[in-house]
């Protein structure tokens, strides 16, 4: 198993411009989740999906958007990038809603100029 | 909007010491209390995890002790080595609610062990 995948690594954005940041688990785990890291602030949540077709808004989730066709993909999209959205991004797969071990991603660096 | 804080941001040990790190949460139902560990460059990945119905849960040399009356739980490595050094998260997962399922990270200690 590939575990939980994100691309891309790294991305440089310039303000205004949007992006999708990809995220694939092949666990057939029906929660997903997306988080936000930065320094001194922990890891917040942005937005997650209990199973396909259904998303719901986290701690964070202004100017992100999040959809959910299919068990394995949730994709995070930027609408205008903004430099208070440079941070790591991470995406999180566990079995259930409730699972306290959620895999993690190896993240994507967004920086936003 | 619940919150776990966490202390210190920053902690260093020599090699062969124990590592303590503390958190405190909200009076609130939780359900675990999962610790996370990161090395630079990583995703976080699940160290060892706790229920609030259990005072002390032991794992090789990682130890998380849980007191409910002053609603702290703690991580303790003992003998840390260097390879132990990584950036360590405290965090819950909410029982019920709205919040159901919510996995909620405190802010994160980052461990550096010196040989």
């Known amino acids: 198993n590939a575990g939980v995948t994100q691309t891309p690594k790294f991305q440089v954005l310039k303000t205004g411009q949007s992006m999708t940041l990809q995220c694939a688990q092949d666990m057939n785990h029906e929660y997903m989740s997306w988080y936000r890291q930065d320094p001194g602030m922990g890891l917040r949540l942005i937005h997650y999906s209990v199973g396909a077709g259904i998303t719901d808004q986290g701690e964070v989730p202004n100017g992100y958007n999040v959809s959910r066709s299919t068990t394995e993909d949730f994709p995070l999209r930027l609408l205008s990038a903004a430099p208070s959205q440079t941070s790591v991004y991470f995406c999180?797969?566990?079995?259930?809603?409730?699972?306290?071990?959620?895999?993690f991603g190896p993240g994507t660096r967004l920086t936003v100029t | 909007q619940q919150q776990v804080k966490q202390s210190p941001q920053s902690l260093i040990v020599q090699k062969g010491g124990i590592s303590i790190i503390n958190c405190a949460y909200e009076?609130?139902?939780?359900?675990?209390f999962p610790w996370y560990q990161q090395f630079p460059g990583k995703g976080p990945a699940l160290l060892i995890a706790?229920?609030?119905?259990?005072s002390e849960k032991k794992e090789g040399r990682f130890t998380i002790s849980f007191n409910k009356s002053a609603k702290q739980f703690s991580l303790h490595i003992m003998d840390s080595q260097p390879g132990d050094s990584a950036t360590y998260f405290c965090?819950?997962?909410?029982?019920?609610?709205?919040?159901?399922?919510?996995?909620?990270f405190g802010q994160g200690t980052i461990l550096t062990v010196h040989p």
């Open positions: 999180a797969s566990s079995y259930q809603r409730g699972g306290y071990e959620q895999y």
């Open positions: 706790i229920r609030p119905d259990v």
């Open positions: 009076n609130t139902a939780f359900d675990y």
């Open positions: 965090a819950h997962i909410n029982a019920g609610g709205t919040s159901y399922g919510k996995l909620t």
